[in-house]
């Protein structure tokens, strides 16, 4: 491992004169003991999943985790615990009740889970399948006056794909020398995906069938996607952010091959009807939104000004417990400021942990943060408060083990982190890139020109089987995996705590 590892991080870096860093042997001993051999990590990540169910922004569920993760950071010693707002959210959504069946031409379940704001019926609600043959919204007018009461489904013109490919998956040391070796001088070609193309114009029908639906008097629309197989259903928004959040249509998404049985069926005239049961609640009551954020307070009196922060988002998507996404991601970082408090560290700069809100929708509560404690508004850059952070960790993408980390183009920080995982070799970590990644909270500081990272995870299931899906539950998670980043995010929080210098800017 170490010399596969190695090898790349000397070619991306050579010509970058390292310093030595001081390397304390005897707390990373410390730490992986008790990282390893008396972990709480799973203790912790049961009571954001199973205890409490799914983390909707601004659901019961979301300020029940939230104020969980609170007391704890409180009861391990931390100060400043508290749910800190940062601006307007908006409405939130809760399922009450769920019920989707094909009653005709035969009984049967159907696997489904309703998109966030679908409005609800009025208790049971028996209604007739109407198949909507159309390619684009030209098509609609051939349905005018057609869907009062109807439950509309929209012809796909695919069919399922047999999978050949595992669901879980690690990298392999081919795969790990790629990112190492990665060039960001290097001309990108990037065609246009034809995927992208057909999922926009997809997704533009659809928008325009639901408000048909919505002017006529619909029941709803069933919906799926070519990853809706094997019992699992992809399930996320079902209207696009804003702060007013009106009920819309009632949106289903539904396994595949469920879709394409009543597509089947209509096609051969056969009559199909559901019965569909949906409650919900729009929370209004309180619409500002909320981070948790608590802190190890620094000692040193040059450097307890100075902040080492780490994070993960805590809200979720409502088809299960958000467990790989992204409570994984929340209970590692807990369990790295709970290491710290086990092992009495006093550090030189005070350490600061935020779970995000809002993430699933845009980053907004890394964004307002960033905006509202370290951003000069005339220069969108980092102001004077920002200059105090040396660095934020982020940890966002489901429960596979750390193997590296993204540098960000960051290409300073590369020769410091690449001594901080020579502890780690043994335990597969140790590959550094340059290649951005996105799609999570580090991005609202690397925005204005902070140090801010995501570490390289194994894939595990993430993209394949779980990521906003109903299958993100508990029993997806990976135990080892999990110790195993916790203690290596808590010696690089040490380290970067402890270091004379903070850590360099791009």
Known sequence: MRKTFIIPFLFVFTGTIAQQEKLDTAMMAKIRDEGLNHSQVMEIVFNLTDANGPRLMESPGYFKAANWAKNKLAFWGLKNANLEPWGKWGKGWELEKYYLALTSPYYKPLIGFPKTFSMGTQGLTHAEVLLLDIKDSTGLSAYQGQLKNKMLLIRRADSLILGFQ???????????????????????????????????ASARLLAQVKKMAIQEGALGVLTSSAKNTDGTVFVQNGIPYNAEFVPA???????????????????????VSVDLDLQSKILADDQQGYNVTA???????????????????????????????????????????????????????????????????????????????????????????GDQLS?????????????GIYLQGNATAGPVFAQWFEPFHDLGAATLTLQNTGGTDHLSFDAIGLPAFQFIQDPLEYGSRTHHSNMDSYDHLSAPDMKQAATIIATFVYNAAQREEKIPRK
């Open 249 to 271: 249509c009632n949106d289903i998404s539904i396994s595949l091959e469920d879709f394409f049985t009543l597509q089947r069926l209509l096609e051969h005239q056969i009559p």
């Open 166 to 200: 595992p669901d879980a998956s690690r990298y392999n040391d081919s795969d790990l020398t790629k990112l190492a070796a990665y060039d960001p001088k290097a001309p990108v070609k990037t065609p246009p995906s034809r995927a992208t193309e057909v999922f926009l």
């Open 391 to 403: 660095v934020y960790f982020n940890l966002d993408n489901g429960s596979g083990k750390i193997r």
């Open 295 to 385: 802190e190890i307070p620094g000692t040193d009196k040059k450097l307890k000004d100075q902040l080492v922060m780490i994070g993960g988002h805590l809200d979720s998507w409502q088809g299960s417990t958000g467990a790989t996404d992204n409570a994984a991601g929340s209970a590692v970082m807990l369990e790295v400021v709970r290491i710290l408090k086990a092992i009495d560290f006093k550090p030189r700069r005070t350490i600061r942990i935020a779970l995000w809100g809002g993430e699933e929708t845009g980053l907004h509560g890394s964004k307002n943060y960033v905006k509202n404690h370290f951003t000069d508004t005339a220069t969108k850059k980092y102001n004077a408060a």
